[in-house]
């Protein structure tokens, strides 16, 4: 979000404040957290990008949702960005009602719980915006279908967060 943050700031900087200087400052600074990004939490040999990373640096290697925000927030390479969606629409990740937050087989994966395998809807539409953004519409429409889906089942009220069973 961060990133999302300078690189619409710099926007707003050059179209609208008529800050060249600023705006330049804005992007070489988002440019910097993206190089740093990708090669803190790329995940070479899964193909995806770390929860997080450890009191020592470490990856932390489950794979979630919060990939999606990444696509969100313009921050994944497009060279690497087909990858990021494979997995969210992986039979791991996706569940046929949304993607789950922690894909089954993680350790930890339970899903009931609400960050460990559960669908939110609302991360889902974070997602599905992201995909499009990335020019991935057809994927972004498998998540609404599958939202809706879910919709039925539930007097067409989504909840907060509902089980990530298939």
Same mark, same amino acid.
């Given at each position: 979000?961060?990133?999302?943050?300078?690189? !619409?700031?710099?926007?707003?900087?050059?179209?609208?404040?008529?800050?060249? %200087? *600023?705006?330049? #400052?804005? +992007? =070489?600074?988002?440019?910097?957290?993206?190089?740093?990004?990708? !090669?803190?939490?790329?995940?070479?040999?899964?193909?995806?990008?770390?929860? %997080? *990373?450890?009191? #020592?640096? +470490? =990856?932390?290697?489950?794979?979630?949702?919060?990939?999606?925000?990444?696509?969100?927030?313009?921050?994944?390479?497009?060279?690497?960005?087909? %990858?990021?969606?494979?997995?969210?629409?992986?039979?791991?990740?996706?569940?046929?009602?949304?993607?789950?937050?922690?894909?089954?087989?993680?350790?930890?994966?339970?899903?009931?719980?609400?960050?460990?395998?559960?669908?939110?809807?609302?991360?889902?539409?974070?997602?599905?915006?992201?995909?499009?953004?990335?020019?991935?519409?057809?994927?972004?429409?498998?998540?609404?279908?599958?939202?809706?889906?879910?919709?039925?089942?539930?007097?067409?009220?989504?909840?907060?967060?509902?089980?990530?069973?298939?």
């Amino acid at each position: 979000y961060a990133y999302d943050a300078y690189t !619409r700031t710099a926007e707003l900087a050059e179209v609208v404040w008529n800050d060249a %200087a *600023l705006a330049h #400052e804005l +992007r =070489r600074k988002a440019a910097d957290l993206r190089e740093r990004f990708d !090669r803190d939490f790329w995940v070479e040999d899964g193909g995806y990008y770390a929860l %997080a *990373l450890d009191g #020592e640096g +470490r =990856r932390v290697d489950s794979l979630t949702s919060n990939m999606g925000h990444l696509l969100l927030s313009g921050i994944v390479p497009e060279s690497k960005a087909r %990858a990021v969606v494979d997995h969210l629409l992986g039979e791991r990740l996706m569940s046929g009602f949304g993607v789950r937050t922690m894909a089954e087989g993680e350790g930890g994966y339970d899903a009931e719980g609400y960050h460990t395998g559960s669908v939110w809807p609302h991360d889902n539409s974070l997602i599905a915006y992201g995909l499009s953004r990335y020019r991935f519409r057809a994927e972004a429409g498998r998540i609404a279908l599958a939202l809706l889906d879910a919709a039925s089942h539930f007097d067409h009220r989504l909840p907060e967060v509902f089980a990530g069973y298939s």
